[in-house]
């Protein structure tokens, strides 16, 4: 929207532009022609020739396609204007008025053509400027004269210029900006589809296991009990080794059931939002611990990136796993909130506290220090005045991707 509005922008800039250029040409002629009828009645009818060829020209200079992306034509057009400028100043009784058309064409020499060639328009109507006044009013006021008429054809030429420059570098930044935004949209969404895409296999991934083994342990064990059932009467020893086959087929299935369900279960939690999954990890925690358990969550939290939400889901999973392994504690409090840039998880126990014999392995210290790193954050775990412990675990909302995460590890070995 901006960019279409700036384009509009630019087009009424460029008519107005033409717009006022053919109307000071038109009310120079006006009164020029007017002089001539008063003053000098035999020269009228040339100069209203002249003054009409003038103006259409700079009709079809500045509303007709014929010259437009031709650079050749529009020399010539600017000649022949040019031209048709002089002679006007040529007709007696040589009215000064007509000098006042070159700024309109310096104008128009700078918005057809490159600075090099327009300074050199320039230059020659200056030219031009300076033979008329010195004939007329000798060296001295001819050169001051041009002086004060070529700085003022260059002043105005520049100005317009660097107007058109301006606006012109402002729609190319927003035209720029428009494709960038429109590209990162398109790649949000191209990361949005490989996220699906990679839960959806994975998932595919597990049904196919599942068939695989859980499928073909319990395949075996129904033949299993129906060929046991046909010889129970007859062979009871053997009946009873078919059995437990069938029990050992059960218990395996079971085992590999409950693995891969485990493993189901994180992708369920890293599809909530993060304040979401914590919810659903404390309330699963709270049940089977009897621990006493308080959660305190922002009400205003911006979206997460995934791999931010699967960091601080694990870094509360592992710090409650170790309250219960290792704390004694009766109740834990977590709380996650916004501290500027920075999300901070802290998770807090009125257990035992650390030991004070505890190493690098203690308490899962190692992974979560790992884990804070790979996300560019932090991670402490302290003892309180009280009794008991605290774990922060803290990370900017824009973690760094694995690839950044990788180059900063390489630079600090």
Known sequence: MKLNSLIRTGQSADRLMNFTGISVMAVISILGLYTFFVQAPAMRWPALALVSLLILLALLAHYSDWCEGHRQRQRWLLALRSGLVVALLALPPHLDIFIILFFVLSVTAAMLFEPREWVWWIAVFAAITAVYYIR?????????????????????????????????????????????????????????????????????????????????????????????????????????????????????????????????????????????????????????????????????????????????????????????????????????????????????????????????????????????????????LQNLPQGGTRAIFCAPLSSPTPAEHDSRKESVL
């Open 136 to 380: 007329r009013y000798g060296w001295s006021a001819g050169i001051s004269s041009t002086v004060i008429y070529g700085a003022a054809y260059y002043f105005f030429a520049s100005f317009a210029k660097a107007s058109d420059d301006a606006l012109t570098a402002q729609q190319e930044s927003l035209r720029l900006y428009e494709e960038l935004r429109v590209a990162h949209e398109r790649l949000r969404d191209y990361a949005d589809q490989v996220e699906v895409l990679t839960i959806v296999q994975e998932r595919q991934r597990m049904a196919r296991e599942m068939h695989d083994t859980v499928g073909h342990r319990l395949t075996v064990a129904a033949v299993q009990l129906q060929a046991a059932r046909q010889i129970v009467d007859r062979d009871p020893q053997k009946t009873a080794s078919m059995i437990d086959t069938v029990h050992q087929q059960i218990t395996a299935a079971l085992t590999e059931l409950r693995q891969t369900v485990a493993a189901l279960r994180a992708p369920l939690e890293e599809d909530l939002s993060l304040p979401q999954s914590l919810q659903h990890l404390i309330h699963n925690f709270a049940q089977a611990t009897d621990i006493d358990c308080k959660i305190e969550l922002p009400p205003d939290l911006p979206p997460l990136s995934a791999r931010l939400r699967t960091a601080f889901h694990r870094a509360a999973q592992e710090c409650l796993t170790n309250v219960q392994k290792h704390a004694a504690a009766k109740h834990v409090w977590l709380q996650l909130r916004l501290q500027d840039t920075m999300l901070c998880l802290t998770v807090t126990d009125d257990g035992r506290g650390l030991s004070p014999h505890l190493d690098g392995r203690g308490f899962g210290l190692k992974g979560l220090h790992e884990r804070a790193v790979q996300v560019g954050g932090t991670f402490q």
